[in-house]
């Protein structure tokens, strides 16, 4: 028997071999992860100086992001099911160095066009990259303990790497050029690329590859329509007939998606995947959680730079203080406690830390020092978000079999991208409106003026994200009633609970090859 038909066949029989090299891979798995993280915000702090050298209006450089938002928020589903059958080694190589040449392009571009078209490449195969690296990890950490320890580290990643962005954009962009917020993901996937090619083993369901191309063209285009909609929203209003028509076509197409997906053999997204309340509820709790998140970035930047007047850098080191929330509650507290306590026990604690740190930005204005308000309500965030990431995205691949491990981790990006949309487009609209409405009735005389008005929308929206995070908090823990781990009934070593082994008794073996 051949060294791959004995590793498959172990497989098979519940028991995966452990890759010795597992941490290192990790190591490489997170700088990649990182990578698609900090690359979000990190252009955002490019985006004004990049629009200045092609003469861009506002409306236009706004399609830098949504060029990016577009292609990566539509095609994950399709990047977890390649991920799951092509091969996952693969995938993530693929998708890191496709990554890399997008980004040589975007900071090469001698045109908008060509910029935008960068954009879009990015955003395609981070759609690979991101969906393959989960379920590297789901696949390589198998013992609850290690399990722990490894999605703690990537949650951090997760939840704070984009605090990391703003930095990094402000220092490149104000000493360098904002062309090196592109250059600089070429390096840095070097390496990533180079140790994953060399550390880990490549892993695949067994058999040719199945698409659900009905499947695959409803899920593509019904997400392009609302995550289109809602990167316009803003702009066009949300009353306006061709978001209203994309929101309701994206949401019948969706729809039809889930009705074929319970009609077809061998389904894009597998319902079980989703209505899982474990799984279900980890969606749910990154979804909602980044809307908090990102209205933080998005309010909090401009508070920094307009109203109290920091430069780039500093403003994107303003955010560290997040970032330290983060990491001491995703990779220091919840690896501790996530074997110990059930789910809920901690992504509940973490949104409702969340929403009390809105609340408490919500109480700013023009004169709120940094150090006595700002920076703790940071600190809250961060210990919130590293909470619900860390164990969201652990829980997110809980109990799928292996061949299912990359649509699960493409449903768990999803999540967190379709919520990061909303959350832009709905706070952006509710801070333009307050902003609008106090302006009207409070017309400024001075420049304090103007920065009332606006300090004023942005505390609006977030009370109102505040709100949003409290429902969350309600909605997770009515949804996510996972018992502690060691009342599952899970087969030891392998993570597995029933619902897996039902799914792997009637599915394609995991292949080792």
């Known amino acids: 028997m051949s060294k791959e038909d004995a590793a498959t066949d172990e497989l098979r029989s519940g028991a995966p071999p452990v890759n010795p090299k597992r941490w290192v891979a990790l190591a490489f798995i997170?700088?990649?992860?990182?990578?698609?993280?900090?690359d979000v915000t990190i252009v955002n702090i490019a985006l004004p100086s990049a629009a200045k050298s092609f003469d861009v209006s506002d409306s236009g450089k706004q399609w830098v992001l949504t060029a990016y938002t577009l292609a990566f928020g539509s095609l994950l589903l399709m990047g977890g099911r390649i991920a799951d059958y092509m091969g996952r080694k693969r995938t993530f190589l693929i998708g890191l160095s496709g990554f890399?040449?997008?980004?040589?392009?975007g900071g090469a571009a001698q045109s908008f066009g060509l910029l935008l078209a960068a954009?879009?490449?990015?955003?395609g195969f981070g759609a690979l990259?991101?969906?393959a690296a989960l379920s590297l990890l789901a696949v390589?950490?198998?013992?609850?303990?290690?399990?722990?320890?490894?999605?703690?580290i990537f949650g951090a990643i997760a939840g704070g790497g984009s605090a990391l962005g703003l930095v990094l954009g402000g220092a490149l962009t104000e000493y360098l050029d904002w062309r090196w917020c592109f250059y600089v993901n070429v390096p840095v996937a070097l390496v990533a690329g180079t140790g994953a090619y060399m550390v880990l083993t490549e892993t695949r369901a067994a058999g040719r590859a199945r698409f659900d191309l009905p499947g695959l063209a409803l899920a593509t285009s019904g997400l392009f329509a609302i995550v289109y909609a809602l990167s316009e929203a803003e702009s066009k209003g949300w009353g306006s007939a061709l978001i209203v028509g994309l929101l309701i076509g994206g949401a019948a197409l969706l729809a039809a998606f889930v009705y074929v997906e319970t009609r077809v053999d061998g389904p894009l997204l597998p319902l079980r995947v989703v209505l899982n309340r474990t799984r279900g509820g980890a969606y749910t709790a990154i979804g909602l959680a980044v809307i908090g998140m990102f209205g933080l970035f998005l309010f909090l930047t401009f508070y920094l730079q307009v109203v109290k007047g920091y430069s780039p850098v500093r403003a994107g080191c303003a955010f560290l203080p997040m970032s330290v929330g983060v990491v001491i509650a995703g990779a220091g507290i919840t690896p501790r406690l996530i074997t110990k306590v059930p789910p809920r026990m901690l992504v509940v604690p973490g949104l409702l830390l969340s929403s009390v740190a809105m609340f408490m930005l919500s109480r700013m204005d023009v004169d709120t020092g940094f150090w006595t308000w700002i920076m703790p309500s940071e600190v809250l965030v961060g210990i919130g978000a590293g909470l619900v990431m860390s164990s969201a995205m652990n829980y997110a691949t809980h109990g799928v079999a292996p061949h299912e491990a990359g649509i699960a981790s493409a449903m768990a990006n999803t999540s967190q991208q379709v919520g990061g949309s909303i959350g832009i487009?709905?706070?952006?609209?509710?801070?333009?409106s307050a902003k609008a409405d106090y302006l009207k009735s409070h017309p400024p005389t001075t420049p304090r003026g103007v920065h009332e008005g606006l300090v004023h929308g942005y505390t609006t929206a977030t009370m109102y994200?505040?709100?949003?995070?409290?429902?969350?908090a309600l909605l997770v823990g009515l949804i996510m009633n996972t018992p502690r781990p060691k009342q599952q009934a899970e087969e030891p070593g392998t993570g597995a609970t029933p619902d897996?082994?039902?799914?792997a008794a009637a599915s394609p073996a995991l292949h080792v090859g």
């Open 30 to 38: 997170a700088l990649a992860q990182l990578m698609v993280i900090i």
């Open 100 to 105: 890399a040449v997008a980004s040589a392009l």
């Open 119 to 123: 954009r879009a490449l990015q955003g």
């Open 129 to 131: 990259l991101a969906p």
């Open 140 to 152: 390589l950490f198998t013992d609850a303990k290690e399990r722990a320890k490894a999605f703690g």
């Open 425 to 432: 487009a709905l706070l952006s609209t509710i801070s333009t």
């Open 465 to 472: 994200a505040g709100f949003m995070l409290l429902g969350a």
């Open 500 to 503: 897996a082994e039902r799914s």
